[in-house]
């Protein structure tokens, strides 16, 4: 066994596939229970990285060790082949010909691109050493499933859920696309942080003779040209006060950070007065004719600013809800590239963010401006171009998460539904109830074109959408047959049908919504798109395992259309993995040049590493990477394999079957290291049963490193090495050793799976499957299980680390070179004698030593003395004996190897 893993893998690889291993292990297990495993899609956008390299290993080594344990497992491996990253990358290449292409030549390129990188990447997870149906994948650009989304999107319109309006969303200014929160990325930003007058053009009740203004503080300056309010929170006391020659209002928690912002040190307090005092007043906008409405607001805290906030309802959610409230306009000035319109004059054609400190200076020129300064803060960026994004309101289509249906809502519906799935860690239940409680309607629609349309039509006569279970139907129908791109060949007229009227106004002639379906709506239907027409599979699934951040992506989008169309989770348990970091906890970036490609990995070093380094990390937390942790596993491999190759060279002349030493007739120390090996498979099965991989690997490597290679195989060197071919004693450890390799090989199949095929083919017996791939999982033996036998080896272990201790003073003093040169002398306490005594000739094993003399003592003190061992040196065994001489046809050999060179000699 050569480690020659990047050339050798790739061979191991070839004869599983020859072999179509993927369909042997499902027919091998057909019939019995099935643990399905459903695949999240991966963009079908570059080339994987680290982080879908652990995602696709970690898939691979459950699947591969529930197969081992019996279970039917088919494994479809999916990909997410619509949406912005993939429209963005195509248009990227084109340059600055996207604007010359129609929307059919950029699908067709979208198309040309997504369908390049599945196949690209299949290659590359195979190359991992993943098992699936390759052949088969689900991919959501294929008609059968875009169809999926139509039938799915109905089940919900039908349940009242699917709804159009104008309300701000997450917008991105650069891709020109509305943005889910799945689809945002938070990181710091600078902002600018102003203070600004608002002055009142009623009194303050109870001050009428005074003319007053109200103090909003802002971080996003751009939004005040569409301001129509001012809230309160409607208990906060604000006090009214005059400073710097001006009369405010200002909230009493807030007071003293604010006037120390705006540079005001001196002030007179006029009065108070709870903000529900001072609702409907009305204060003059910046700019506009209209009023500035004082409303109230639970939502106003007490954190930063003045206790009054600013309302823009087209550029937040909460100002929003403040304006359905309160019946508010929603102006918006700002157009999709994020620039203002003629709405705001004074500033049209500026980008937002060029608008801010324009804004600032006529606000001061205006004698508005109070103070001003930056904030740095967390602040949603877009995942794709990783600019900032904006709030905006536009007409979008949504998926209301609060729609009363029959008795309930979604949001309610989703809460009681996570209680029943299993979670690991079991911590992330808090997280994703976490997400279900904040979470706003479901903004569904993008401004795209690589993806699956939104099937509503809009009548040209008198405006009103269209979206029935009739007109569903016939999307669904067209997607099923032609794909979507029919929906962009065709006419309205052609899809509805000749001489379809609008149900408000009679008119027959309609133009299609030109929006797609967000792509986490796509890969959020994929239970109803594989679950329910893979053969094989059934709904809901065992499993969805995928990073942490899915929580707010795809493990909730699954959830929310899964519980709206079927009332159900559609799994049974979900496994979060943390990101992959570097060894100092940074995120990889190209920037930071701490990237490092699981490919080139595979190339140096083997896939077999990689998978060492998915299994060897606590999955629940980042997972950090480096060359120094990768050279670490490396090392430890190297110990698992040498301890292998020890194995199996020792094997060289063992028969299974044949030469094989039942249980009851084996040497005491090989049953000893057997019983050791059912702890071992034990806790094994119990670490992958609670998918505790790295309590597998460490297991294994500890088991190798210090009960085989430093005590139980150091120990059988000398019957292994010299005993006769045949002898009992040699066979015993040979079948100890057979044993050992075969339980440690197939216990480490689903990780070191290219390993464990190499060691497979190697000892493979008569009657043994072709595969190790096709073999089951260790059982714990309970006849081999021997807990006294454990008890007295751990007595003996303990006195041997004594004896060692001694040796090494000696040979650290040059009294001695090897351990063979010495005899021990012991003195132990009479406690030791039942255990000692029956095994005196085992002690020159155990402490790998040519002799030991053992006497009883009244006391409790072990003694041990150490001095070289009489006799010459064996030029066989190496052992000091005083028979080495004694017979003159072999001069250099001792008592006990004469016999066995002499029965060679024949």
């Known amino acids: 066994m050569k480690a020659d893993l990047p050339r050798r893998e790739p061979e191991i690889q070839r004869f599983w596939k020859e072999m179509d291993i993927y369909r042997r292990v499902l027919d091998k297990n057909r019939g019995r229970p099935s643990f399905i495993l459903h695949d999240g899609p991966p963009y079908a956008n570059g080339d994987i990285h680290l982080g879908t390299a652990l995602n696709k290993i970690l898939k691979d080594i459950i699947v591969k060790y529930k197969s081992m344990r019996g279970y039917f497992c088919p494994y479809v491996p999916g990909w997410d082949c619509h949406g912005q990253p993939i429209e963005h990358e195509v248009e990227k290449r084109l340059g600055e010909d996207r604007g010359k292409l129609d929307v059919m030549e950029v699908r067709k390129r979208c198309r040309e691109y997504a369908l390049h990188f599945v196949e690209r990447q299949s290659s590359q997870f195979q190359r991992l050493g993943v098992r699936g149906d390759f052949e088969n994948p689900y991919l959501t650009l294929r008609p059968a499933y875009e169809a999926v989304n139509i039938r799915v999107l109905g089940e919900l319109a039908r349940r009242g859920l699917v709804y159009r309006s104008r309300k701000p969303i997450h917008w991105c200014p650069r891709c020109m696309t509305a943005l889910a929160e799945a689809e945002l990325e938070y990181r710091e930003k600078t902002s600018p942080s102003i203070y600004v007058r608002f002055p009142l053009l009623d009194p303050v009740p109870g001050h009428e003779g005074r003319e007053a203004a109200v103090v909003i503080w802002t971080t996003t300056p751009w939004t005040l040209p569409a301001n129509v309010a001012v809230a309160l929170h409607p208990e906060m006391e604000y006090v009214l006060l005059e400073a710097g020659g001006s009369v405010l209002l200002v909230g009493e928690p807030l007071l003293e950070g604010a006037l120390r912002d705006m540079g005001l040190e001196e002030y007179r307090e006029l009065g108070r007065l709870p903000g529900k005092r001072l609702e409907g007043l009305k204060a003059r906008h910046p700019w506009r004719e209209r009023p500035s409405l004082l409303v109230v607001s639970e939502f106003v805290t007490t954190e930063q600013g003045t206790g009054a906030v600013h309302i823009a309802p087209g550029h937040g959610e909460e100002d929003y809800q403040v304006g359905l409230?309160?019946?508010?306009?929603?102006?918006?000035?700002?157009?999709?590239?994020?620039?203002?319109?003629?709405?705001?004059?004074?500033?049209?054609?500026?980008?937002?963010d060029d608008a801010n400190p324009r804004i600032t200076a006529d606000l001061r020129k205006r004698g508005l401006l109070l103070g001003e300064g930056e904030l740095s803060h967390p602040y949603p960026h877009c995942w794709r171009c990783k600019g900032p994004v904006i709030f905006r309101a536009t007409p979008q289509w949504f998926v209301g998460v609060d729609r009363e249906y029959e008795g309930s809502t979604l949001r309610k519906r989703c809460l009681e539904a996570v209680e029943g799935v299993k979670w690991i860690p079991g911590w992330n239940i808090r997280r994703m109830v976490g997400m279900l409680e904040s979470r706003p309607d479901w903004c569904i629609s993008r401004q795209r074109a690589w993806g699956v349309p939104i099937p509503a039509f809009y009548c040209l006569n008198c405006g009103r959408e269209l979206m029935t279970p009739e007109t569903l139907r016939k999307a669904e129908e067209l997607l099923a047959s032609e794909g979507s791109d029919a929906w962009f060949l065709r006419e309205a007229e052609e899809i509805l049908g000749p001489g379809f009227r609008c149900p408000e106004c009679g008119g027959t002639e309609w133009r299609k919504e030109t929006d797609i379906l967000d792509v986490w709506f796509e890969?959020?239907?994929?239970?109803?798109?594989?679950?329910?027409?893979?053969?094989?599979?059934?709904?809901?699934?065992?499993?969805?395992?995928?990073?942490?951040?899915?929580?707010?992506?795809?493990?909730?989008?699954?959830?929310?259309?899964?519980?709206?169309?079927?009332?159900?989770?559609?799994?049974?348990?979900?496994?979060?993995?943390?990101?992959?970091?570097?060894?100092?906890?940074?995120?990889?970036?190209?920037?930071?040049?701490?990237?490092?490609?699981?490919?080139?990995?595979?190339?140096?070093?083997?896939?077999?590493?990689?998978?060492?380094?998915?299994?060897?990390a606590d999955y629940t937390v980042d997972i950090p990477a480096s060359g120094e942790i990768f050279d670490r596993l490396v090392e430890a491999y190297r110990r698992i394999r040498n301890t292998l190759r020890f194995l199996l060279g020792n094997l060289y002349d063992f028969r299974p079957g044949e030469d094989d030493v039942p249980p009851g007739e084996m040497e005491e120390l090989d049953r000893w290291v057997l019983s050791r090996l059912q702890r071992l498979v034990s806790r094994c099965t119990q670490a992958m049963d609670s998918y505790q991989l790295h309590v597998l690997f460490h297991s294994l490597h500890n088991f190798c490193a210090v009960d085989l290679s430093a005590l139980y195989l150091d120990m059988r060197k000398d019957c292994l090495y010299t005993f006769a071919a045949g002898s009992r004693a040699r066979r015993s450890a040979q079948t100890a050793l057979y044993r050992l390799l075969r339980a440690i090989t197939l216990l480490m199949a689903p990780v070191l799976c290219h390993t464990a095929?190499?060691?497979?083919?190697?000892?493979?017996?008569?009657?043994d499957p072709e595969s190790v791939q096709l073999a089951d999982w260790p059982e714990v033996d309970e006849g081999l299980q021997d807990p006294a036998l454990e008890d007295v080896f751990e007595g003996l272990l303990r006195l041997r680390e004594q004896v060692t201790k001694a040796i090494e003073e000696k040979r650290g003093t040059k009294e001695l070179g090897t351990s063979l040169e010495a005899m021990v002398r012991l003195t132990l306490p009479r406690s030791w004698e039942e255990v000692v005594e029956p095994r005196k000739d085992l002690l020159p094993t155990l402490f790998i030593v040519s002799h030991v003399e053992v006497r009883y003592g009244s006391g409790e003190e072990i003694k041990v003395e150490v001095e070289r061992a009489p006799g010459r040196r064996c030029s066989r065994c190496w052992n000091y004996r005083p028979s080495v001489g004694s017979d003159s046809a072999h001069p250099e050999i001792c008592d006990r190897c004469l016999p066995v060179v002499k029965a060679a000699e024949g």
């Open 325 to 352: 409230e309160y019946g508010l306009p929603m102006p918006m000035p700002v157009d999709d590239r994020g620039r203002f319109t003629s709405e705001a004059p004074e500033f049209e054609g500026l980008y937002i």
């Open 523 to 616: 890969s959020g239907v994929s239970h109803e798109a594989v679950l329910l027409q893979w053969e094989d599979h059934y709904w809901p699934c065992d499993m969805y395992l995928e990073g942490s951040d899915q929580h707010r992506g795809w493990f909730q989008t699954s959830l929310l259309t899964a519980v709206g169309t079927r009332g159900e989770p559609p799994y049974r348990s979900v496994l979060t993995h943390g990101f992959v970091v570097d060894g100092e906890g940074r995120k990889m970036s190209k920037s930071l040049g701490n990237v490092i490609s699981p490919l080139e990995i595979c190339d140096r070093l083997g896939a077999d590493i990689l998978r060492l380094w998915v299994a060897a």
């Open 757 to 767: 095929e190499e060691v497979w083919q190697a000892m493979r017996a008569e009657g």
